[in-house]
């Protein structure tokens, strides 16, 4: 059996479970499908070799790639059951997924892959699951906790992970119908990653992209948008609680905060969880301050720490990494803290006014005291 590596981005050992896949986005150019993939692939260190220009940080990039190059010799053995299939039988694009069922990234991505695997009508290739580097019963074992429509090959002797360079799983080829590779995507397979080979797929040859010109450090959370409706009230010192799952990924909340006061806001996942947090942090009129995946290099709790520009409301997103596209949810608590309450302006003094007087009736001004007697 061969040594490979494991794909494991920014959700090492996590045990999380990929969101369900939206269809291919019809408003899209290929473009700004592939700055999405680019910008997802530097937060989540995956690399994808692609015909109109590489998606990423090259820091990230695999040594080898086939990426160009032709494949239409290989034939694969049908696995658990499943047919053969060889290029001969490819009618149109196809992915070549490889996995292990000993790889925690390739179980991550399974869910994902099963539902583009199982909408065909949907996206513009098919998906052939290619397990390699593996027993044929331990893949067995975890394809009896898969849909059984789903395809699946052994890659007998690793032969074709050899032949196209694979040696870190999950590794995902996308073949065109006359063999050529169109891309190499090293990592999670993700929604966006797939919008993006399904515009590749209906459209091999076209497009560009150069990463030089999006090379940002840490791209921004994809938040989704926030209804006021949704929002819940949270003050300081009084911590909240919630959960965010598949159905809910984020939730928003509000404050009222002072200019010149450090607030801290703080998620802590709760419990035994696979829960990654992550906080956003913003003014009313949706300007983000500060956010914020992993407090203190722990991945579950998220931290951030912030002066208040301004007397008004601020809106805290509670969410996990990759958010809408993200991983397992789970109980987390909320908490804002604040230090250095805005100066007090005290106020400047007026000189008295002096009004008519009758009898039995006195002045009293600020800082003076007066004497009486009943």
Avoid: K
């Avoid at 070799?49 to 032709?70: C, E, K, Q, R």
């Avoid at 494949?71 to 490819?90: C, K, Q, R, Y």
């Avoid at 560009?208 to 926030?226: E, H, K, R, T």
């Amino acid at each position: 059996m061969r040594l490979f590596h494991v794909l494991l981005s920014l959700v090492l050992v996590l045990g999380l479970a990929l969101s369900a896949a939206p269809t291919m986005a019809q408003d899209q150019s290929i473009e700004e499908l592939a700055l999405a993939a680019h910008l997802q692939n530097l937060r989540t260190f995956n690399y994808t070799f692609w015909i109109g220009g590489n998606l990423g940080d090259p820091l990230n990039a695999p040594y080898n790639s086939v990426m160009g190059d032709t494949l239409d010799d290989w034939e694969l053995l049908g696995l658990n059951g499943d047919d053969p299939v060889a290029f001969s039988d490819i009618t149109r694009p196809v992915l070549l997924n490889f996995w292990a069922s000993w790889c925690p990234p390739c179980r991550l991505e399974f869910p994902h892959l099963v539902d583009v695997a199982l909408s065909p009508d949907d996206h513009s290739f098919d998906v052939l699951f290619v397990n390699t580097s593996d027993t044929e019963g331990d893949a067995s074992a975890w394809l009896a906790t898969q849909p059984d429509e789903i395809h699946t090959v052994l890659d007998e002797y690793d032969q074709l992970a050899m032949q196209t360079g694979v040696d870190a799983i999950p590794t995902s080829l996308l073949i065109d119908t006359d063999g050529t590779v169109l891309v190499v995507h090293n990592g999670l397979m993700t929604p966006t990653i797939t919008a993006f080979l399904d515009a590749v797929a209906a459209h091999p040859g076209e497009g560009s992209f150069v990463a030089s010109a999006d090379q940002m450090i840490a791209p921004p959370a994809n938040l989704l948008p926030v209804d006021p409706a949704d929002v819940t009230a949270i003050i300081y010192n009084e911590p909240v609680t919630g959960a965010i799952s598949e159905e809910d990924p984020q939730q928003a909340y509000q404050f009222e905060g002072h200019a010149g006061e450090a607030v801290t806001v703080r998620m802590d996942a709760q419990g035994v969880t696979d829960l990654d947090t992550y906080l956003v942090l913003m003014t009313e009129d949706g300007t983000r301050l500060a956010e914020n995946d992993d407090a203190d290099d722990i991945t579950t709790n998220s931290m951030i720490t912030v002066p208040l520009p301004d007397d008004g409301t601020y809106t805290i997103v509670a969410t996990r990494f990759l958010e809408a596209e993200g991983f397992a949810g789970g109980d987390y608590t909320l908490s804002v803290t604040a230090e250095g309450a805005a100066p007090v302006v005290e106020a400047t003094a007026e000189p008295p006014v002096v009004l008519p007087q009758q009898d039995g009736e006195y002045t009293l001004v600020y800082n003076d005291a007066g004497a009486g007697t009943i």
